[in-house]
């Protein structure tokens, strides 16, 4: 079982940046896709962002293309998610998870384990 805590959230003023870090323990991520999500109150969970296991494939919402970026060290057993240029719309709690194989999946029924989540606000 892998352990996933993610950190780094918080509330920022639209046009700024956060970035976001989930810490891996217990079983390697390594072999495993990664992947952020979110959820606003009252709506579902959303994708947001997966990367490979290698870093080598990623793929982002359509929503937060080119003001996020996804990225992995697996020798620390992290993944980050740098978030530019942020805006209201954006506000959630965003998760971790680690996925069930080594591509990069969308759906969240396709990742295994998840964190507790971190909460970003975004003021206009």
């Known amino acids: 079982q892998v352990q996933l805590v993610e950190s780094g959230g918080g509330l920022v003023q639209a046009g700024n940046s956060l970035r976001l870090t989930c810490a891996a323990s217990g079983r390697t991520i390594s072999t495993r896709a990664m992947g952020w999500f979110r959820q606003a109150p009252g709506k579902d969970r959303e994708f947001v962002a997966t990367i490979s296991w290698s870093g080598g494939s990623t793929y982002y919402a359509d929503s937060v293309k080119g003001r996020f970026t996804i990225s992995r060290d697996n020798g620390k057993q992290t993944v980050v998610l740098q978030m530019n240029s942020l805006k209201p719309e954006d506000t959630a709690v965003y998760y971790c998870?680690?996925?069930?194989?080594?591509?990069?999946?969308?759906?969240?029924?396709?990742?295994?384990?998840w964190g507790q989540g971190t909460q970003v606000t975004v003021s206009s």
């Open positions: 998870a680690a996925a069930l194989s080594a591509i990069a999946p969308v759906s969240p029924g396709s990742y295994g384990s």
